[in-house]
């Protein structure tokens, strides 16, 4: 199968250990891209970004994008993966092509937050014309991270050739057997704020904004982002969930944790709330893509006996991404 | 501070408005600010109840529990209770107002609770009572406030109810006003009116003649469920070509328009905030 003639999300996984490999794997394949005047975009870091545009002689056509991993939060980026995917088909353009160097992290936390978006791609954006070539340097990369990559690429690239990936995994399956967070022990002590049925979603967005502004150092945008997060999980118990839907809110200085819990059985799709919609409608479930987007963290579970509880968490360390382009 | 208080001054209580309420508590603080405009600018408060019910003699102490002399100012005659039984007659609401405004200098405001209306007039006639009265204010130096109770209106009567006072919405979370051709929008728009606000919309879009400007900067929240009505409730109108304009909305709340995607719908511009 010739890439250029796939239409399609073409997302492709490629290890390389020298510079000399880096360079067969990338800069031919950026080059072709500008041939064809297609949409090139280079997402590494900046030794490697420098490497390239001097392999490609700084070529203007370029677009360097931040890393994946560095900036905002990852289904934002799937978010803004489509954005951009909508903006350019809209232009005309015919395919964007990508090269990624994701960093996912340096901790086992880290990774497991960020790996849902190399596994979710592959569906979020499968409607879309990216050939995508994620690029990993096993050198520097955490084993765990570049098993994690073998996982979620339906293909793999060398210098000579691309191949079917056979331990590829499905967004679904990956997703659902990534290990839970860990139990918060902030979720251990007495909660800040309590609510045990939630009737008025104006009075949750006052306490927890209170709460969130006046115990911890997150930043205000993500206050807001967090308490608007906060809102729709609180509108699916209401709605979808049995009630009484409670809300417990723990406050540390370096984060703030929400706990929505109802009696019912909740959802079980993994993917729920990965996916990002057409931008025509306002859909079902638009509500817990758009509370994804706007917490570090999202968790849901049903305890046997103990109803169906969301956690969310949102921490003063995540940096913002760019502003909306 | 009431939702309410909080607005009134930017957004007035004058002309045809809907008080819609969840208790009795937030319907008697927000009818205590409406009487306490009235009385402070001279006009003449008409109140449609009888006095000698227990509604009535509730909202007497109402009033007096929120700071209002209201005993001087019925003594002095700005203030009178009517009838449901006289006024929800033909040409009663004509009536009582030529009259009123005869002794008043400064123009008059008269409200009614759905309540006492339903039981003088059936729902039919209430509809009509609703135009009748829609109709004076356009013709006379009248505000109306029609208290309804939130829950009791939902499907056509929602509907009914926004396209007649579009304009003129008080309900806990969200208030409408005219400004201009548009229609400014204020509050938080979540579950809680999301109904409400879609029904709004279609009306406004109605009324719209091509163009629907919407005031958004004193929108400081505005959910997926809301955004999901600015959608449907202006679908219709876009699809035949009509434009909507979203003005000015608070710095969060188009972060999270732009987030939703609506400032790429079509025949949708968001026009930032100075």
């Known amino acids: 199968m010739v890439g250029s003639e796939v239409d399609g999300y073409l997302h492709e996984v490629a290890f390389y250990s020298a510079d000399a490999e880096l360079f067969s794997l990338a800069v031919p394949f950026l080059a072709d891209g500008l041939d064809r005047h297609e949409t090139v975009v280079i997402a590494c870091s900046e030794s490697v970004t420098a490497l390239l545009t001097d392999a490609l002689g700084r070529d203007e056509r370029l677009v360097v994008a931040p890393r994946i991993g560095t900036v905002g939060r990852p289904v934002e980026a799937i978010a803004r993966a489509q954005q951009m995917l909508l903006r350019e088909t809209a232009a005309g353009v015919s395919r964007v092509r990508l090269v990624g160097e994701p960093r996912l992290g340096a901790t086992s936390e880290e990774w497991t937050w960020w790996s849902p978006f190399e596994a979710v791609v592959n569906q979020a954006l499968a409607p879309y014309p990216l050939w995508g070539r994620c690029i990993y340097d096993t050198r520097r990369q955490p084993v765990q991270v570049l098993r994690m990559s073998e996982r979620t690429h339906p293909y793999v690239v060398t210098p000579d050739a691309r191949i079917v990936n056979p331990s590829y995994v499905e967004p679904a399956e990956f997703v659902r057997a990534l290990p839970a967070f860990g139990p918060d022990p902030l979720a251990q002590t007495t909660p800040a704020a309590h609510v045990t049925a939630v009737e008025d979603l104006a009075a949750i967005r006052r306490l927890t904004t209170a709460v969130a502004l006046s115990e911890t150092a997150v930043p205000e945008r993500a206050v807001a982002e967090f308490v608007f997060a906060l809102t729709e999980v609180a509108t699916n118990g209401l709605l979808h969930g049995v009630g009484p839907v409670g809300l417990r809110v723990w406050a540390a200085p370096d984060r703030v944790v929400a706990d929505v819990t109802d009696h019912g059985s909740g959802f079980d799709d993994p993917l729920a709330g990965y996916l990002p919609f057409a931008t025509e409608r306002i859909d079902p479930g638009h509500g817990l893509w758009m509370a994804r987007r706007f917490c570090d963290h999202l968790d849901a579970e049903c305890r046997p006996g103990g109803g169906f509880t969301v956690r969310l968490v949102t921490t003063q360390a995540t940096p913002a991404p760019p502003a909306m382009c | ?274």
């Not at chain 2, 005869?102 to 006492?116: F, I, L, N």
Request: some cysteine; proline content about 3%.
């Open chain 2, 1 to 274: 501070m009431t939702f309410g208080e909080e607005f009134h001054t930017a957004l007035g209580w004058d002309g045809h408005q809907l008080l819609l309420h969840k208790t009795e508590t937030q319907r008697l603080a927000e009818l205590a600010a409406w009487v306490r405009d009235g009385l402070d600018r001279n006009e003449k408060v008409v109140y449609v109840q009888d006095s000698r019910s227990d509604e009535g003699f509730g909202v007497l102490v109402a009033l007096a529990e929120h700071g209002i002399d209201i005993e001087a100012a019925i003594s002095g005659g700005q203030f009178e209770f009517v009838a449901p039984g006289e006024f929800f007659t033909p040409g009663g609401p004509s009536r009582r107002v030529e009259r009123a405004l005869a002794t008043s200098g400064a123009g008059v405001r008269m409200s009614t609770e759905a309540c006492a209306m339903s039981r003088a007039a059936s729902a039919g006639m209430c509809e009509k009572f609703e135009r009748v009265v829609e109709e004076l204010c356009r013709r006379y130096p009248l505000s109306a406030l029609c208290q309804y109770e939130q829950q009791a209106l939902s499907g056509t009567s929602l509907r009914e109810a926004a396209e007649i006072h579009v304009a003129g919405i008080r309900s806990p979370q969200l208030h409408t006003a005219r400004e201009g051709a548009g229609l400014v929008l204020a509050g938080e728009l979540d579950l809680a009116n999301g109904e409400l606000l879609a029904a709004l919309l279609g009306a406004a879009c109605e009324a719209a003649n091509g163009h629907l400007v919407l005031g958004m900067r004193q929108v400081t929240f505005l959910g997926v469920v809301a955004a999901r009505a600015l959608v449907e409730g202006t679908q219709r109108f876009r699809d035949q070509g009509g434009q909507v304009m979203l003005v000015a909305p608070p710095a969060n709340t188009e972060w999270f328009l732009r987030a939703l995607g609506i400032d790429r719908m079509a025949h949708v511009a968001l026009e930032e905030g100075g």
